[in-house]
Structure formats: C-alpha cells, structure tokens
C-alpha cells in the first residue's frame, strides 16, 4: 500500500467524484486550533465552549461538590489551581450549525477516513446522530478509533513520508433513521476486480439476507462495474455499498486494502487465495445463522471493551480482581 492509495480513500478526496451515487454530505476543513484540541489529552476532559448555548449532554447532573475541587479560596495565591477555560470555535461552530440545518436538522460525522463509532455509547442516543455542534465535538473528543486519522494514517506505507495530511476534514453526513443496517456491505477489489462481498454488520444474523443473496450480489456486482470500477484510480481497495429499499446502491466509504481495514467475513489471506484460484468469481459472505456472528467485531463501544489482550483494559480489570481475591483467601480474618 502506497500513500496515494490511502489519499485517495479520503472522503473530501472521492465524494466529488461519487457524489450522485452517495449520500447527502457537507465537508469542512478544520482549523488547526480544532485539531490540536482533539489530538491534546494533557489536560481534563473539557467540551468547547458553545456561542449558542447547545450542551451535548443536557441531562447531566451538575454536582456541586464536586465543583468545589476546583475553586480556588482568595489570597491563596496558587494559580495553578485554577480550572482551565474551555475552548471555542465561533466559526466553525456556526459553519456547521448551518450545514447541519441544510442536512435536514441531524447529521453523522467523520474525519478524513474515520467515522467516531467506538464513542457512540456517549451520546444521549447511543448512536452518532448529531443535531449540534457540541454533540459532534464530544464525539470526536471522546473516540479512540480517531487517532488513527490524526496520528497514524501512513503507518502500513511503504513509501511513508507522511505522518498526517496537510489538512483535516470534518464530513457531516446526513442522518437517516429509516438506515437499516443489513443493508450495508463492504467490497472488496484487487486488481480492479471484485473479488468479494462481506455483510458490513456481522455482530447479528439477518434471515432476510438468505433470501435476498443472490439479488443482493448480482446488484453490487453490477453497481461496481458502473459506477466504480473506471472512476476509482487504486488497483487494490475497498469500499462500503447501502442497498435502498428501492434497489438503489450507495457509496458510504472507500478504504484501502489490507492494513488497518477490517475483511469482517474474510481473512486477507482468504481474499488474496480467491483471487489467484477463481477469476471473475464473486464470495458473497454474510452471517447464515445464530452460530455465524461475529460478537468481537463490535465497533460502537470503545477498544478497551473488545480487547482482552495482554495490558488491555479488561486484562487489567480481571487481574486485579484475581489479586484481590487472593488476597482475601489469604486473610486470616476473612469470612470471620
């Protein structure tokens, strides 16, 4: 993988090309002030300051005792114990306000390559439906998948010179709620070629995709010879396909092959021996039943959740746990 193929998987890269075959989409470039502000993790978790009042989290308590571990009594002279102010961003906060009401009143963001869907679980929805900006900066903040735009998006290269893009891009995409996400599959092309099709969700069983197979496969198959294959310079990618109720396909990403791109119902190994064993030849994957579902590809919760390696949050959680219940066997005084 090269870094062009990783440019060209950026959205504000290929959205103008696919625009009549994808969904609505506003894109903004951010200052870098607003970038620094998502990348800093020196200081407290602190929201910016909104111009017009919105908060991302209206339902929160407000406790103040806890407020009072940051108030600072007269004279004391200590400065450094002074809370920090949050940040603001006027303009871009009005930019989006304003692209979010052209969108119809609620979006989903992401940046260059990534969507923020390991911080879903924060919002008030549970979902990356946005309707302000605050809501769109907690996600942001909050997400740990987004590193990966901001810090190491070059890594698998091998011509890496890159260590970030120029600029950063914020896309606020509009919001469906009618979305369903059976519907949502990831293509997989080598050598320009479609060489296989995986079901996008595969954390849940879907028995209306057995009955739809074959349609399902011969629409993207088509889809990608139309719309995809001429317009798309890579020799080797992805890219994510939305199958309306009405037959229609639509764009929502590209990625590049292999790296940090998921094969969901493949493995990279899979999909490199498919190519060399049947040419023109299409594996349209899904989950066929309760049995098939993939629980570790969850990606609405943060990474710490799923991993339960070496020095992960869990492995931590479990061995501290094992340690204190050591521990109390070894109490003399335990159970007495």
Not at 74 to 82: A, N, V
């Amino acid at each position: 993988m090269k870094e062009e193929d990783v440019n060209r998987c950026q959205i504000q890269e290929w959205y103008p090309k696919f625009k009549t075959v994808s969904i609505r989409t506003v894109i903004h470039e951010l200052p870098e002030s607003f970038v620094k502000y998502l990348i800093d993790d020196s200081g407290p978790f602190l929201l910016p300051l909104s111009i017009s009042g919105e908060d991302a989290l209206p339902n929160r308590i407000h406790n103040p005792i806890d407020e009072e571990d940051y108030q600072v009594s007269e004279g004391s002279g200590d400065e450094s114990e002074q809370p920090p102010l949050p940040p603001s961003f006027p303009e871009l906060e009005l930019n989006i306000k304003e692209s979010i009401n052209t969108l119809g009143g609620a979006v989903f963001p992401k940046l260059n390559w990534s969507a923020p869907k390991d911080s879903a679980w924060i919002s008030t929805s549970g979902t990356l439906r946005c309707t302000s900006f605050s809501e769109i900066a907690l996600l942001l903040r909050s997400s740990d998948s987004l590193v990966h735009d901001l810090c190491h998006a070059y890594d698998s290269c091998i011509d890496k010179t890159l260590s970030r893009p120029p600029s950063f891009f914020l896309a606020l995409r509009k919001w469906y709620s009618s979305f369903l996400p059976e519907m949502e599959f990831r293509c997989f092309v080598r050598g320009q070629q479609l060489i296989g099709i995986s079901q996008r969700e595969v954390t849940t069983f879907y028995p209306t995709l057995l009955e739809k197979r074959n349609y399902l496969q011969l629409l993207i198959k088509e889809f990608f010879t139309e719309k995809v294959r001429l317009k798309f310079e890579s020799e080797n990618y992805t890219f994510d396909v939305y199958v309306t109720k009405d037959g229609r396909a639509k764009i929502l990403d590209f990625n590049p092959w292999g790296a940090f791109t998921l094969p969901l119902l493949f493995t990279w190994e899979e999909l490199e021996q498919n190519l060399k064993e049947e040419e023109n030849v299409v594996d349209f994957r899904i989950v066929e039943s309760q049995c098939g579902i993939r629980p570790g590809l969850k990606t609405a919760v943060p990474q710490d959740y799923l991993d339960t390696g070496p020095g992960s949050g869990w492995d931590q959680f479990l061995r501290k746990a094992d340690e204190e219940l050591q521990q109390q066997k070894m109490d003399p005084g335990n159970g007495a």
